[in-house]
Every structure is written in structure tokens, then in C-alpha cells.
């Protein structure tokens, strides 16, 4: 296989989306999993606590970088495919660059499954620091339940859509397997 076959982006893209798809299910199930706790905040008529006030404080910093995260793991696709089609234009407008702009596309490639990795495990990490410091009581007081339950719609929110690109991804992947035969006998694809 070499850099100028079609076997080249068929293989390299079905990695990619392999470890989008395990990096994505992995995130949705802890933002699932964190939006569901901060959307279980209730409000009472206690009067506040400041260790509480502080615990709400870290949980709610976390719950937003969480929200950032999935926000950005649910972009990547896109950003992948913006890049892919400026590098095929690049090789349309000037095939003598297509060697140079296939690796370039190869390390793209490597680039973006890297960055679907780390910002799973800055997720999962941050929707850990959820959990370690979500130890709140059910009731809260003051605005806290109201902040917390908005940072956990918007974490479902996030999620879903996260979940969505994930879908697509899978059956754009199926659908790259299953068309495997006459993918590879094209001599070159952008």
C-alpha cells in the first residue's frame, strides 16, 4: 500500500473513525452519566454551608470544562472533513503535490484520532472530579441547585448531539466496510 493508493485513505480513515467511535461512546457515557447526578439538585431553605458553597463552586467549574469538551470532541468530525476537503483540493489544483499532500493528510489524520483520545480523557477525567466532589446533598441552597441543573442540561444537551456524531460516524464507517471491494479498486480518492 502506498501513499498514493486509495488503500491508503481507506484504511487510515476507518482507523480514525474506530478510535472516534470508542473515544466518543466512552465520553457520552460519562457525560450521561454526570449530566444525570446535576440535573437530580434540589433547593431548600437550608442556610449555606460554605465548604458546600465551595464543593457546588468546583463541581460547577468542572461541569463547564465538561461541557467544553464535548462541545469540541462533537466538532472533530467536522474539522476532519473541512481538512480532508482542502487537502483534496489542494491535489486537484496541483497533482504533482500529491505525494507530499497524502502524507500530510496521513499525519492529519493522526492528528485528529490523537486529539479524539486526549479529549476523552480530559472528559472522563473532568466527569471523575464530578464524582469525587459530587458528594453534595440532594438539597442545596441558594441558586446552586438552579446552576447545577443548567450546567447538566446543557452537559445532556452536549452529550446527545456528541452521541448523534457518533451514529453518523458509525454508519459512514459501515458504509466505508461495506463498499470495501469496490473502494479499493478505485485508483485514487479524495
Not at 467544553?68 to 472533530?76: G, I, K, R, S, V
Not at 487537502?87 to 489544483?93: D, E, K, P
Not at 490523537?114 to 446533598?137: E, K, Q, Y
Request: negative net charge.
Amino acid at each position: 500500500m502506498s501513499f498514493g493508493t486509495s488503500d491508503t485513505y481507506i484504511y487510515t480513515y476507518v482507523v480514525f473513525a474506530c478510535v472516534y467511535l470508542v473515544a466518543s461512546l466512552t465520553f457520552v457515557a460519562n457525560a450521561l452519566r454526570v449530566s444525570t447526578g446535576l440535573s437530580r439538585a434540589r433547593e431548600t431553605a437550608i442556610v449555606a454551608d460554605p465548604a458546600a458553597v465551595q464543593e457546588v463552586t468546583e463541581v460547577l467549574g468542572h461541569g463547564r470544562k465538561l461541557v467544553d469538551y464535548t462541545q469540541l470532541a462533537t466538532l472533530l468530525p467536522l474539522v476532519y472533513i473541512v481538512g480532508s476537503m482542502f487537502l483534496g483540493t489542494v491535489v486537484m489544483n496541483d497533482t504533482a503535490l500529491a505525494r507530499t499532500v497524502n502524507v500530510g493528510w496521513i499525519a492529519f489524520t493522526a492528528l485528529c484520532a490523537l486529539a479524539s483520545i486526549v479529549l476523552a480523557f480530559l472528559g472522563v477525567r473532568a466527569a471523575g472530579a464530578i464524582g469525587r466532589t459530587s458528594d453534595l446533598p440532594e438539597e442545596l441552597p441558594g441558586q446552586a441547585p438552579e446552576a447545577l441543573q443548567r450546567v447538566g442540561l446543557r452537559l445532556g444537551v452536549s452529550a446527545a448531539l456528541l452521541l448523534l456524531v457518533a451514529v453518523f460516524t458509525m454508519l459512514n464507517l459501515w458504509s466505508v466496510v461495506d463498499s470495501l471491494g469496490v473502494l479499493e479498486g478505485v485508483d485514487f480518492l479524495l
